[in-house]
């Protein structure tokens, strides 16, 4: 045996060794991170999922013409001013007769939620026939009584300490006994705004407010970004000053905290150019500045790993430049640019600090039908719910959370599809 | 093991120093031969290379042809030779002597480097290659080019060779079309080899079949001219031979100018050659005469394998 032998001998156990515990801490940081990813899904699916069901109650309504003030012949002017209210109060005194107690009697008026006569006022204009009937109709409960349901309020804890009180407990079990009681899929969530009752509140104006405003961000940020890349590393001069001033900037501007990119927003675009806040437009316009850097510093990246030797090929062939760019060498890049755009949105999506400053905090219960329309995004209604101090709202939090992150996931998908396609075409 | 040890440090021993030149048993090529810069000197004074590199009625006529790279760095100097219309020319020469560099001149694809010069005369069929108006895209179209690597067109065979024709607006319908990737691929010998799968990515095919492709691709425009630089050095010996009598058909309808490292293929397909060493022209002259009777030093150590 040689020394050279010797020597890589004496050293070999060393090296699996060092070998050996290299693994072993990636490993470790795989699960640690795993570990992580499991405990924060579980934790919002936990406290989310119950979100996506709403306890409704049944009353027996009846919608006689005297208390309502109104006939069946009335005009539609006439039939909105009409007595629900009345209506809904007679119903609750019916199935719960003897409530004599002032306190106790609006007590019983707030087990249905507060829309419950609005709901009644739609029904009755869209059919005034049913004026004169009974009906059996099941009403959304109030946040309270659907947290309660859910059995997130203890009733053996002493009276004071809940926010169900004993009467009202009387009422639910009688309720309950009667089967007039349902747990049911929450559409609510998903067809309507924002509300200051939890169980009126729903997730579909800052949904539509996120998609408009990716919409935006898209639109304006893609194109740009790749036409900007593209001028980069395809014509722009090689070690010019400008050149790479330039692109130090777009570095720079990649790392600039994004709330400054509001108060930017806010004083060039609202303030300056008179963009309507709170609007997805307006949204849109400042993330994309905040995605563009991301895009293009990706896009370059593609463009630059795409082989020379294409490029002499297509130029050799006798193709100008603009065609050698976009015969050849965008389309090779595509999938990467395709990555770093993904990237940017899904920073985009999740973005917050810059839309508090122009004004899509603000409380918006109607759903936008358009990229002019005040709004609210999902990342901000879930800031605006966390903040909210009815018990209610945690998991409606938690629920919008859920949502975000499968907005998030359909985006993935649809990038993967689009590169799965640009890949097999080549 | 003691006496590895002392057989390792003895292997040591054996090797020479790089500057002990005293009692090495490999000659020193340098040293045998004449100082380098007085060669470049003389270069230099004679203004053009020795034997015969000019014609009568040339395709390419090119006068002091300097290129320049970044104002400062000379890769070519004052180059004259002209190259016969139908002829095979081959540049041979040490790496980085510029041999490459004059032949991307021929089609203007230098200008595609970024602060490349040229100076002096260019000329294909009396046209000045580096005229204001002479446009390079057409010239790209009557100059065509196959490079060291197979580069096909990430896309199918089929749109590898229709990408020329329907760049310029060769083909007026696709059955013109179809027509002109046929012949160009029975003229490459690839279209026996890849008629039934022609919708499949060229990418997929061997390297020699890539090249060939290549070539295709090139002549589907119908250039004049064919630039070929080192077409096969990324190939094996069996691709090697399919391509090099490939070029020697091809020689009866184009002019073709190939740069070679390999001087058996420079002797084999060539009618003429040239001698390129440090950005000069050295010698240029028929093939035959180059390889038996070389009339410059520098092109005999080089041929003889002395350095190179």
């Known amino acids: 045996m040689s020394t050279t032998t010797e020597k890589v001998k004496a050293g070999l156990a060393k090296r699996y060794a060092k070998e050996k515990r290299f693994r072993m801490f990636g490993m470790a940081s795989i699960i640690i991170s795993m570990a992580m990813l499991a405990i924060l899904l579980i ?105 309660y349901f859910k059995g997130n309020i203890d009733r053996t804890l002493p009276e004071d300490d809940r926010r169900i009180k004993d009467h009202q407990l009387k009422w639910l079990d009688d309720l309950e006994a009667s089967g007039d009681v349902d747990v049911r899929f929450n559409t609510v969530l998903f067809t309507s705004g924002d509300s200051r009752e939890p169980e009126q509140a729903g997730i579909l104006g800052a949904l539509l407010g996120s998609f408009y405003t990716m919409l935006v961000t898209l639109l304006l940020s893609f194109p740009v970004a790749v036409a900007a890349a593209i001028y980069l590393e395809e014509f722009a001069p090689k070690n010019n000053w400008f050149v790479d001033f330039i692109e130090v900037n777009i570095n720079n501007l990649a790392a600039v905290p994004s709330i400054v990119f509001g108060l930017l927003g806010l004083a060039v675009f609202i ?51 603009v065609q050698t760019v ?62 909210s101090p009815e018990r209610a709202f945690t998991e409606k939090t938690s629920a919008a959370i859920i949502i975000l992150l499968f907005f998030l996931i359909l985006m993935n998908i649809l990038a993967v599809l689009l590169r799965k396609r640009f890949e097999r075409r080549w | 093991m003691y006496e590895t040890t002392t057989l390792v440090q003895s292997d040591i021993k054996m090797n020479p120093e790089p500057g002990d030149t005293t009692n090495s048993p490999i000659p020193e090529p340098q040293s045998q031969d004449v100082d380098i ?14 034997g015969k590199p000019f ?44 041999k490459s560099t004059y032949l991307r001149c021929i089609n203007r694809m230098n200008d595609t480097i970024p602060n490349c010069k040229v100076t002096g005369e260019l000329s294909l069929d009396g046209e000045d290659v580096y005229a204001k108006d002479q446009d390079p895209v057409l010239l790209r179209a009557r100059v065509g080019m196959v490079f060291q690597k197979p580069n096909p067109f990430p896309k199918s065979i089929y ?150």
């Open chain 2, 159 to 308: 749109d590898n060779v229709a990408y020329g024709p329907r760049l310029h607006g060769l083909a007026n319908n696709r059955a013109e079309l179809d027509e002109i990737v046929e012949s160009s691929l029975r003229k490459a010998g690839l279209f026996n080899e890849v008629k039934d799968r022609l919708k499949s990515p060229g990418t997929g095919l061997s390297g020699g079949q890539q090249q060939r492709l290549c070539i295709a691709r090139a002549m589907a425009v119908s250039p004049e001219v064919i630039l070929m630089d080192e077409p096969t050095s990324a190939l094996d010996p069996i691709a090697t031979a399919t391509i090099e009598e490939l070029i020697t058909e091809l020689s009866e309808s184009y002019t073709i100018c190939i740069v070679t490292h390999s001087m058996q293929q420079a002797a084999r397909i060539s009618h003429r050659t040239a001698y390129f060493h440090m950005g000069y022209l050295v010698e240029v002259n028929d093939t035959n005469t180059v390889f038996t009777n070389p009339e410059h030093r520098l092109t005999e150590n080089y041929i003889t394998g002395r350095f190179g």
């Open chain 1, 326 to 387: 976009f015969h050849h060498t965008l389309p090779l890049a595509m999938p990467g640019i395709l990555t770093g755009t993904i990237i940017g949105m899904a920073q985009a999506l999740g973005e917050t600090a810059p839309l508090l400053m122009i004004g899509m905090i603000a409380f918006i219960i109607d759903v936008p039908g358009g990229i002019t329309d005040p709004a609210a995004v999902l990342p901000v209604q879930i800031y605006l719910w966390s903040d």
């Open chain 1, 43 to 147: 934790s919002i699916f936990s406290s989310g999922l119950p979100a996506f069901q709403q306890t409704y109650l049944r009353l027996n309504v009846n919608l006689d013409a005297e208390t309502l003030g109104v006939d069946n012949t009335a005009s539609q002017e006439e039939l909105r001013a009409a007595n629900y209210f009345g209506v809904m109060q007679n119903a609750m005194n019916e199935r719960f007769p003897g409530v004599t107690d002032r306190r106790q009697k609006k007590d019983l008026r707030q087990l249905v939620s507060g829309n419950a006569q609005y709901r009644l006022q739609g029904m009755v204009m869209a059919d005034p026939s049913l004026i004169g009937t009974k009906q059996s109709i099941w009403f959304l409960a109030d946040d309270d009584i659907d947290t």
């Open chain 2, 55 to 98: 014609l009568d009625d040339p395709k390419i006529r090119c006068r002091d042809l300097s290129v320049f790279y970044d104002q400062t760095k000379q890769a070519i100097f004052d180059a004259s030779i002209d190259i016969g219309k139908n002829q095979v020319v081959a540049m041979i020469g040490p790496s980085g002597c510029g």
């Open chain 2, 37 to 50: 810069r007085t060669v470049i000197d003389e270069l230099k004074a004679a203004g053009h290379a020795v």
């Open chain 1, 271 to 321: 303030q300056f150019f008179g963009v309507p806040r709170s609007t997805p437009l307006v949204g849109g316009l400042v993330l994309s500045l905040m995605t563009l850097p991301t895009i293009i510093i990706a896009s370059r990246a593609a463009l630059k790993a795409v082989p020379p030797s294409i490029r002499e090929a297509a130029l050799g062939m006798g193709a100008s430049k």
